[in-house]
């Protein structure tokens, strides 16, 4: 912790047991049980609704697009009531992973009911926004912002709080392996005529599964996690207003760029998720691609992963993101022309885009540090929190756009959602989508980093050095 942070921070400590592997383990089965649910939601909502319920994708993209726009204000109301809330003998925030774990599994489980398929079209639509609004806006929230908040009070060594970091990325890559190789295999089947469908009850019974592995992982988190520091309350201390955390964001011009970059990048990695399946199911007819597809990006990560702060300490952050970007566009750019017919080629093609993406995805939250450092010498105050609330905003307002144009995207290229088959110019606009709208916004996130972010290589060292002096 440097000298600046510890100017900042006024916490009481209180060491319970110390902190090692068990925490550790503990907070990976965190992510893991959030992306049991988030994961899979982000490639087989969409799915489930036209498919399943036979719901247009533009009706299921304002779905996207309300609860998102919603969950962005939840986001930062449910915070505050966290951060109000007194301790428990649990802890300030491993008590309420406790006490959402239930519902938010639950209501997961009853976003996906295929009963509803001979329901009337206005109560699908009505089931559709209450659950997916409840889920999402407010109980995923509830147990995701203090499970991310949690890390702080575990230690108050860096060192080990960015190794939290890594497990928890370890915990979602699981889960979205699990969730990307099995459920394909397990909710598709091929009719008489070879064509993939989806079996409706086994969908709803997968997703039951899932939700009980999501409150079993949760439950795990409790269990393992200890909270070790206790922040010290003061009196009479003031609420940060939250016309101060968008002041905050407007005069932060390295944070105004990344927020840019972060919403040009949520809109290629949400439709890429959704598209992807589509792509294989539609487009290849190649149930097995999806699973090797879904697979393909965890040994990517791990060798990235272990490259990436050596990448960034020898030539910087903005350097090496901006370059892998910017690859990444070029090779969905030349996917695009080549018109690929084979789902394996395309997924030999993807892997190397990924290579360059991944960089970017491993010191994501470094960047969040260094901005963090910036505004500290620019306003004389370190506002993280203020910093991360408004990341988070502004995310969640890229995430509920991002989701509508998915949506609306498909419907744009005449997707047929009750056809067994698309026809030819509807999987042409598929593979568009999942290779030349990648390639615009790869190429896009790179040059806004290239020539919108101050934060160089030598600025950051720079930055550090004054914070240490």
Not at 173 to 187: E, K, M, N, R
Not at 382 to 410: C, E, P
Not at 425 to 444: M, P, Q
Request: a positive charge; glycine letters at 8%; one cysteine or more.
């Amino acid at each position: 912790m440097n000298l600046s942070e510890a100017k900042n921070l006024n916490y009481s400590k209180k060491q319970d047991k110390p902190f090692g592997i068990k925490d550790k383990l503990g907070y990976l089965f965190g992510d893991f049980g959030n992306d049991f649910m988030f994961i899979f939601a982000n490639m087989y909502f969409m799915i489930f609704y036209t498919k399943v319920l036979g719901v247009s994708a533009a009706m299921v993209g304002t779905c996207f697009l309300v609860a998102r726009c919603i969950d962005a204000f939840t986001d930062i109301a449910i915070g505050r009531i966290i951060d109000k809330s007194k301790p428990t003998k649990h802890g300030k925030f491993r008590s309420w992973i406790m006490r959402v774990a239930g519902p938010v599994a639950l209501m997961n489980f009853l976003m996906y009911q295929h009963s509803l398929a001979n329901a009337s079209m206005t109560i699908k639509i009505g089931v559709m926004f209450a659950t997916y609004i409840l889920w999402g806006s407010i109980f995923y929230t509830a147990i995701n912002i203090p499970y991310g908040s949690m890390s702080s009070v575990m230690t108050g060594d860096t060192k080990e709080r960015a190794s939290l970091s890594t497990w928890r990325t370890l915990g979602a890559s699981f889960a979205g392996i699990i969730i990307g190789a099995l459920t394909p295999q397990l909710i598709y089947s091929a009719d008489a005529a070879g064509n993939q469908i989806i079996d409706p009850q086994r969908f709803t019974v997968v997703v039951g599964v899932f939700s009980i592995a999501a409150f079993i992982c949760y439950m795990l988190c409790f269990i393992l996690t200890t909270e070790r520091i206790k922040p010290e309350i003061k009196e009479n201390q003031q609420s940060l207003s939250l016309i101060d955390t968008f002041k905050s964001l407007t005069t932060n011009k390295a944070m105004i760029s990344m927020v840019v970059v972060s919403i040009v990048l949520i809109f290629s990695t949400l439709m890429g998720q959704t598209v992807n399946t589509y792509l294989c199911i539609d487009y290849f007819n190649n149930v097995n691609a999806l699973s090797t597809l879904s697979i393909i990006s965890l040994p990517i990560y791990l060798v990235v992963g272990a490259l990436a702060a050596k990448l960034a300490d020898k030539f910087g952050k903005k350097e090496v993101s901006m370059i892998g970007l910017m690859i990444a566009g070029g090779i969905f750019l030349v996917a695009y022309f080549m018109h690929i017919k084979n789902a394996y080629t395309f997924i030999a093609i993807y892997a190397a885009a990924t290579l360059g993406t991944c960089i970017f995805s491993m010191l994501s939250w470094a960047f969040i540090t260094d901005i963090i450092d910036y505004n500290e010498l620019k306003t004389g105050e370190r506002n993280d929190a203020t910093i991360y609330g408004v990341y988070s905003f502004t995310r969640k307002l890229g995430q509920a756009v991002a989701g509508a144009v998915t949506g609306y995207a498909l419907t744009l290229i005449g997707y047929d959602s009750l056809a067994a088959t698309q026809v030819e110019s509807v999987k042409t606009g598929i593979y568009a989508l999942s290779t030349l709208f990648h390639a615009a916004c790869y190429i896009l996130a790179g040059l806004l980093l290239m020539i919108t972010y101050p934060l160089t290589k030598k600025v950051v060292q720079e930055n550090v050095a004054k914070l240490r002096g």
